[in-house]
């Protein structure tokens, strides 16, 4: 993979998975700008000047993950409003500010972090599952829109990642679900081979890869499966 002077935006770059996206593109030859806003109102004026100091970028990363852990009688319209600010408006804000700005070049790649909780049932999670499903959906949408232009948009649904396992809440939340490193047959996911899809989709290696999510999970299998499969294999 090569992204040699490619000009890459990432929206996040304030934890470790982050981090190791922005040092895998950089090593691959990318020039990184980091972004990290939440207040909606502030995108635009923002990525205005942005294109228009430094010029229409060639990919777009969104990585901010806001996950949650709330049983639904304590989901109050506030904090779903911020789950879902933060995992969905802030990237469709961001997404819309580039196209009016005309601040992609041709041939682009966006590409935006999901989860497996978009497409996998989880206790105390539906807030978060909610956000990054519309996320994908808007994925979609975005590659029909955008593909007059050549620009690929997709997403990345991550599963368990070692780095996201320093994280108190999300060990809360393997505790509930019965644990989610258990799940995932070929165990964490290294954040380095998170960074490694988010590098392909945005390198050269394929034009034709659009409006899809790509998993990377360890082969994540329901508990319902493996609950299964242990009493099969005790017959």
């Known amino acids: 993979m090569d992204l040699t002077d490619k000009r890459i935006l990432l929206i996040g770059g304030s934890n470790a998975l982050d981090e190791a996206i922005f040092r895998q593109i950089k090593e691959?030859?990318?020039?990184?700008?980091?972004?990290?806003?939440?207040?909606?109102?502030h995108i635009e004026s923002y990525i205005k000047q942005l294109v228009k100091s430094n010029g229409a970028f060639?990919?777009?990363?969104?990585a901010i993950v806001h996950s949650d852990f709330k049983p639904l009688q304590f989901v109050k319209p506030g904090n779903l409003n911020e789950i879902l600010n933060d995992n969905f408006n802030v990237f469709i804000e961001v997404v819309r500010s580039l196209k009016k700005a005309k601040g992609m070049e041709n041939g682009a790649s966006i590409v935006a972090m999901s989860s497996i909780s978009s497409i996998k049932a989880m206790k105390a999670k539906m807030a978060f599952c909610s956000s990054k499903a519309a996320l994908d959906a808007a994925v979609r949408c975005l590659a029909v829109e955008f593909a007059n232009d050549g620009i690929r948009v997709n997403s990345v649904q991550k599963g368990g990642v070692d780095v996201d396992f320093e994280k108190k809440h999300i060990q809360s939340i393997s505790a509930i679900n019965g644990g989610l490193v258990q799940h995932q047959i070929l165990g964490l996911t290294k954040a380095e081979e998170v960074a490694n899809v988010i590098a392909f989709l945005l390198s050269d290696a394929t034009k034709t890869i659009t409006g899809t999510s790509i998993?990377?999970?360890?082969?994540?299998?329901?508990?319902?499966?493996?609950?299964?499969?242990?009493t099969l294999r005790h017959l």
Do not use: M, P, Q, W
């Open 28 to 41: 691959l030859g990318a020039k990184v700008e980091v972004y990290e806003e939440r207040n909606t109102a």
């Open 58 to 62: 060639d990919g777009v990363v969104f």
């Open 215 to 230: 998993v990377i999970d360890g082969g994540s299998v329901s508990y319902t499966h493996l609950r299964a499969h242990e």
